[in-house]
């Protein structure tokens, strides 16, 4: 049986070290060479795409750059994905990613192309963008439905939150927010900041209400994204901070009653523990998830 290329061991060391060296010229010409030519097998193109992306390149060689944009053109949707994932990585000056942001734009907007590619695509359009009505449900809200992976609601939400949305968008998006899981609630209340519509920070703050994942939002987070607004609405923030505290805190009082009955609450299986308490009341408050941590209590510690 013939092994991948990808996973011989000495084309992988080739490969490490051309990128622990690629700030040396020729190294940085031969890896731009390698994923330019369509002639390359397509294996040793996306170890290029790869290295390129983990080189940690303060600015990447406009060669590079070059390359990735004759990759993104590939008919591979692969190539282009790695190609994506790569322009992600390395950071590019403002001039640099003008070089691609006109290819870049034309992939996120293709709505014959496949989510996970064009989502990736948006993700690197600068801040400020719009979203088209006939994207926004397909394509953002799709994705952030609760049977939708994890990792691919985060990254959504985290892509909504750089987009300018219509009030329309905004008030829309208010059903997801609803239902949303903790691992993305925080990304989509970013969609909020700097709010000045007074209706949709009150339809917000009724989403939030209704939210299973209120025990592990952070209030103040919710005060520094509606500073803008009024003082009516301050003062819902202020009673619904009230609100959450108790809450947690009649939640938390249930799970001490509950161990002294004997549920083991901090057993070991705990993705089946969060399953069963829903894990928003139960399990955030304290506890840290997808690197963000809900609302800590006093004097407990359980942080992961």
């Given amino acids: ?50 290295t390129m992306a983990s080189s940690g390149a303060k600015d990447a060689p406009e060669s590079w750059v070059n390359s990735i944009l004759i990759a993104l053109s590939s008919k591979d949707k692969s190539m282009v994905l790695e190609s994506l994932k790569a322009l992600k990585s390395l950071r590019l000056s403002a001039a640099k990613f003008a070089m691609v942001a006109q290819t870049v734009g034309s992939l996120a907007v293709d709505s014959k192309r496949e989510s996970d590619l064009r989502l ?44 300018k949305l219509s009030p329309a968008q905004l008030v829309s998006l208010l059903k997801v927010l609803e239902k949303a899981s903790p691992a993305e609630l925080d990304r989509l209340l970013d969609v909020y900041a700097g709010l000045t519509d007074e209706n949709i920070g009150k339809g917000l703050l009724a989403a939030i209400r209704k939210s299973p994942s209120i025990g592990s939002i952070r209030v103040e987070t919710i005060k520094e994204k509606l500073k803008k607004l009024g003082p009516d609405v301050q003062k819902e923030v202020d009673q619904l901070q009230v ?38 009341l139960y399990c955030l408050p304290c506890h840290r998830i997808f690197g963000w941590q809900g609302w800590p209590r006093p004097h407990q510690d359980w942080s992961d």
């Avoid at 020729?26 to 890896?31: E, F, H, K, Q």
């Avoid at 249930?254 to 549920?263: R, V």
């Fill in 1 to 50: 049986m013939i092994k991948p290329i990808e996973n011989d061991p000495a084309i992988v060391d080739l490969f490490n070290r051309l990128g622990s060296l690629h700030q040396a010229p020729l190294i940085a010409s031969i890896l731009a060479d390698l994923v330019s030519k369509e002639t390359t097998k397509p294996a040793i193109r996306k170890m290029a795409l790869r």
């Fill in 120 to 163: 990736l695509a948006f993700s690197l359009i600068p801040t400020g963008f719009k979203i088209s009505d006939d994207d926004f449900e397909p394509l953002f809200i799709k994705n952030l439905a609760t049977e939708k992976p994890v990792s691919t609601r985060i990254s959504t939400a985290e892509t909504l939150a750089k987009g």
């Fill in 243 to 280: 609100d959450i505290r108790a809450q947690v805190s009649k939640q938390y009082e249930k799970l001490e009653a509950d161990s002294a009955s004997g549920f083991d609450w901090r057993y070991p299986q705990g993705a089946d523990c969060f399953s069963k308490c829903k894990g928003s």
